[in-house]
């Protein structure tokens, strides 16, 4: 009566899992930062009162979404590792490696997306509204940097696991 199969339930295909997840990551990464941020900027949006609280809305949850993916390429990664799925020198640094995409999603989410949204808040109503004041430039540039960072890091990992899948038999 109580019967399934152990095989079904135990079997996770982590290479594949561990590749969709980084494309989807890396690919919605791309879209939010060159296709809704800049049409929304071209709108003239990020002028308007409410876009910090909406900002602060809309990467709150991409940032929680990040870190999801994040746990879940590490959590793969450490389960090549203990299978030996990769080869030996790329399972020491695609540990490293997507343990720094974790740390780049943990910075995202509790220390850029607060602090930017809480410049871009409108405190005072008889200042005019500068989205880009001199104080969030640095915020800005620091944020482009690791996403750099985050694209070649997943792009690395994602090569990694994809040549490692073809040599499996």
Request: proline share 4%.
């Amino acid at each position: 009566m109580n019967t399934y199969s152990e095989r079904g339930l135990n079997q996770i295909n982590w290479p594949i899992l561990v590749m969709f997840v980084l494309g989807f990551w890396l690919s919605a990464s791309i879209v939010l930062d060159l296709v809704i941020m800049p049409g929304l900027s071209a709108s003239g949006m990020m002028a308007t009162k409410g876009f910090a609280s909406a900002g602060y809305l809309i990467f709150g949850v991409f940032n929680r979404l990040e870190l999801l993916c994040a746990a879940v390429v590490l959590s793969g990664i450490l389960v090549f590792r203990r299978h030996h799925t990769l080869t030996h020198s790329h399972e020491t640094w695609s540990i490293i490696l997507s343990a720094f995409l974790l740390i780049i999603a943990l910075i995202y989410t509790y220390i850029l997306t607060p602090y930017m949204s809480g410049l871009g808040l409108q405190l005072n109503q008889f200042d005019p509204i500068n989205p880009m004041s001199g104080v969030m430039l640095p915020m800005q540039w620091s944020y482009w940097i690791l996403e750099a960072c985050k694209l070649l890091l997943g792009v690395t990992l994602l090569r990694w696991c994809y040549k490692d899948s073809c040599l499996v038999p």
